[in-house]
C-alpha cells in the first residue's frame, strides 16, 4: 500500500512514511493510492482482529499484538460495545481511558508511532476529547506537546490534560479557537522536521477508527445506516471508508452544533464561513474540518446532515433521559436528535463519541440530576494543573519547542 498527497503529485510513500511523517512534504494529507476491499471471514472479526485487520490492509503488517495491548486498557469486555436504546442502536465508544472514542485509535497510533520513532517529540491540537487522548496514550511512550483552544474546552477535558504530572507532556493553552490550534500544528509541521502528529491528519488513526466500524458492520449483520456527531470529520470519514471497503453502511448521517458549516455544504452544496461558537459539545466547535480534504468527492452525493443549537441539545438529553433511561452527553445528543429526521426503514447506528460522566454541568442542566460519576475521574477536580499560554502566532509555538 502506497500514500500519497491530497495536493500535488508528489512521491507516494510507503506506510511507515505516512505514519511519522504526519502532514506530506506540500502540506496536504496522505491518502491511500487504492482503497483495500474487505477479504473473505471479516465478518466473524473481533474487535482487536477488525482493528489489526483494517491497519494491516492499509499497510501497517501484523499489528494484531500491539492493537490487542491497547484495547486492554479499555473497561469493557467488548471494547465498543452495542446496546439498544428504544428502535436504535448505539455504538459505545467512550470505555477507553479517558472516556472518549479517541482513545480507540490513539492507543493504538501512540504504540506504532513509539515502535517506529521513540525519540521523536508528537505535536497535537484538540477541540476537547483528542488532547486528553493523545497525553494518556503517548505519556509512558513518548514526549507530547498538547495545544488546545484556551476557555473553549470544558474544565474537566481541560483538567484530563493539566493534571497529568509527567515532564515529557507539555499542554499548551492557544489565545484563539481551536481551527487557530489547527493552523499552527500544519504550520509548524510544514517547516520543522521530526515531530510526529496524532491528529487525525495522521492517517494511521483513520485506519484505526476503520476498523471499529467494520467490526460493528460484523455483528449487525445486516445493511445499517449510522449518524456521526463530527467535527473535524475524521470519524465521519473513517465510516464511509469503512462503506467503500464494502463493509454494509448504507446511509451516513452527519450531525453537527451550532458550527454547522458541514451540514451545510452537505445540504446546500455551498458553506460560508463563520466564527466557530462555543458550544454545549466543545469537540465540535470547528468550522473547518481538516479530513475533508480527504474526501475527494462532492459530499451532497455520499452524505445526509443536520445540526442542532445548544437548547435542542439540553431537550434531546432530558427526553432520552425521561423515555428511555439512557444518558447521552451533548455530543452524542446532536446524533441522536439529527438522527432522528433521518431515519430510514434500515437499523440506525448512533455512534457515542463520550461519556457523559465528562459532562455533569450540561447533563445536571439538562435531567436536573448530574450523571453516575466515574471512576477514572476520581480527584481530577482537586489536582494541581500544568501549562503554559502562548497567542495563536506561529512563532510563540516554535520557540516553546526550541
Request: proline share 8%.
Amino acid at each position: 500500500m502506497r500514500y500519497v498527497s491530497t495536493r500535488a503529485d508528489t512521491p507516494s510513500v510507503a506506510f511507515a512514511a505516512a505514519l511519522t511523517g504526519g502532514l506530506a512534504p506540500d502540506g496536504g494529507l496522505y491518502v491511500p493510492e487504492e482503497v483495500p476491499t474487505l477479504p473473505s471471514g471479516w465478518e466473524s472479526w473481533s474487535y482487536t482482529e477488525a482493528v489489526a485487520g483494517s491497519l494491516r490492509l492499509f499497510g501497517a503488517g501484523d499489528v494484531t499484538d500491539l492493537v490487542a495491548a491497547a484495547a486492554a486498557r479499555f473497561d469493557h469486555p467488548d471494547v465498543a460495545p452495542i446496546v439498544e436504546v428504544a428502535d436504535r442502536l448505539v455504538l459505545e465508544l467512550f470505555w477507553g481511558p479517558t472516556l472518549s472514542f479517541k482513545d480507540h485509535a490513539l492507543q493504538v497510533l501512540a504504540r506504532l508511532l513509539a515502535k517506529e520513532a521513540p525519540e521523536a517529540t508528537v505535536l497535537g491540537a484538540t477541540s476537547g476529547d483528542t488532547g486528553a487522548a493523545a497525553v494518556e496514550a503517548c505519556r509512558a511512550l513518548l514526549e507530547i506537546v498538547v495545544l488546545y483552544p484556551d476557555s473553549r474546552v470544558s474544565e474537566l477535558q481541560r483538567r484530563q490534560m493539566t493534571t497529568i504530572d509527567d515532564p515529557g507532556v507539555t499542554v499548551v493553552a492557544v489565545a484563539g479557537t481551536f481551527d487557530d490550534c489547527q493552523r499552527l500544528v500544519k504550520e509548524v509541521f510544514a517547516t520543522r522536521p521530526g515531530l510526529l502528529a496524532v491528529n487525525s491528519i495522521n492517517w494511521a488513526r483513520i485506519a484505526a477508527q476503520i476498523g471499529y466500524y467494520i467490526h460493528a458492520a460484523s455483528r449487525i449483520g445486516e445493511p445499517f445506516d449510522v449518524v456521526v456527531p463530527t467535527g473535524n470529520f475524521g470519524n465521519a470519514y473513517s465510516c464511509w471508508m469503512a462503506r467503500r471497503m464494502g463493509a454494509p453502511i448504507a446511509t451516513i448521517v452527519l450531525a453537527n452544533n451550532a458550527n454547522h458549516g458541514l451540514a451545510d455544504l452537505v445540504t446546500a452544496g455551498r458553506s460560508t464561513p463563520s466564527p466557530v461558537t462555543p458550544t454545549l459539545a466543545p469537540a465540535m466547535d470547528i468550522q473547518a474540518p481538516s479530513n475533508l480534504e480527504r474526501l475527494g468527492v462532492d459530499p451532497t452525493a455520499e452524505f445526509e446532515a443536520g445540526w442542532v443549537d445548544d437548547p435542542t441539545i439540553l431537550e434531546t438529553i432530558a427526553q432520552v433521559d425521561t423515555d428511555h433511561g439512557y444518558t447521552l452527553d451533548p455530543h452524542t445528543a446532536t446524533a441522536w436528535h439529527v438522527g432522528r429526521d433521518h431515519r430510514g426503514h434500515l437499523p440506525q447506528l448512533v455512534v457515542a463519541t463520550a461519556h457523559p460522566a465528562k459532562f455533569p454541568s450540561v447533563v445536571q442542566s439538562a435531567t436536573g440530576k448530574p450523571p453516575p460519576s466515574h471512576p477514572r475521574l476520581a480527584g481530577l477536580m482537586d489536582a494541581p494543573e500544568r501549562q503554559v499560554v502562548i497567542d495563536a502566532e506561529v512563532s510563540a509555538l516554535l520557540e516553546l519547542l526550541s
